[in-house]
């Protein structure tokens, strides 16, 4: 029956963690997932996820099924703390919103209801180059993929001005655009404030709209306020706006798949519409979400103690991969003298740095120094740590030097 099934490629991030599980060198490096390490390059869970779990044992919660859309005060916490508090279309009442399983889910639950009924033409825009899952997420919900200019590899920074004619010429009126709301993967470079008014004037004139994916909110900055810039200014503008949030990276929420989904609506009438057709598009793909790291989350956002010490976690894993950025830059050009410039390594925001090291570079440090990232040079910055950061670094200064 399945004769002519074709073996299919390996998928091309967790595809490098396999060859590092195979890797027997005990001086092997995995740079390729983006899942944060601590500073002894062990995984993390944070202690507010730790109380949470335990607050909740304690309450004893029973099995049953979550409602289609998941749980209520969850969604209603996850969209106040990516919209914020004085958001108008919060206090309205208007924004229709659906738990999901992580940020993957919340995608395709909004490629799926834009596919069923957003009224124009299923065309999206990425950004060049984006997360990898972003073009299948949007193709297999039937949307024509296209790309927007974002990364100049000649200046390693934001191509801006490419970008805008993209957006302001070359993308059809109503085409969706989507934005990685910080901490852009894989790049490393947002827009600042500045330029991301000028996206929001453009998607305006342009009629496009915004699809946002916030997938590491706190992870950029350390604040999550400030890391929700760009998607409040939006909505401050009165864009209508697709969101899909991730609890992933920011509390370290990895496997237990919590996130969300949401859309700005013109009223509560039509927001209870487009609720009741979220629930038409989730029913038929899995029911309903898993509940506990949704009552993880839920436990951390609603308790004033947990939520200042998760604050403060978040911040606290931001501030360590700032700190690997300075050291890894240091090592290169002060004690290394490694040529080129390694400037971006410092000003890249978020959990990767995008490092300009070619295919070629990359294939050789897998190979000579068991050094793992994907292929297009990206490192996750959380996988280095005081005891790997100076073998990677010199292990870069041989790959650079050949
Ligand atoms: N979007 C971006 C840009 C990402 O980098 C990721 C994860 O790496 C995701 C979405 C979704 O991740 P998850 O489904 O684990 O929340
Ligand atoms: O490292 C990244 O960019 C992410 C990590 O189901 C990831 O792709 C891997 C698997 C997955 C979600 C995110």
Known sequence: TWSAVPAGPPDPILGVSEAFKADKDPRKINLGVGAYRDGQGKPYVLDCVKK???FLEASKPDKEYLPITGLGEFTKNAVKLAYGVDSAPLKDGSISATQSISGTGALRIGAAFLARHYPHAKVVYLPNPSWGNHTPIFR???FEVRKYAYFDPETLGLKFEALKADLLTNAPE??????????????????????WAEISDICKERKLFPFFDMAYQGFASGSTSRDAFAVRHFVSQGHQIALAQSFAKNMGLYGER???????????????RVDSQLKIVIRPMYSNPPAHGARIANTILSNDELYAEWESEVKGMANRIIDMREKLYGILTNDLKTPGEWGHIKSQIGMFSFTGLKKEQTAALAEKAHVYMTADGRISMAGLNAGNITYFAESVDGAVRG
Do not use: Y
């Not at 919590?258 to 209870?272: H, N, Q």
């Open 52 to 54: 949470a779990e335990s």
């Open 258 to 272: 919590v996130g969300a989904f949401s859309l700005v609506t013109s009223d509560p009438a039509e927001k209870a």
């Open 140 to 142: 297999d919900s039937g």
């Open 174 to 195: 109503h085409s969706v655009v989507l934005l990685h709301a910080c901490a852009h993967n894989p790049t490393g470079i947002d827009p600042t404030p500045e330029q």
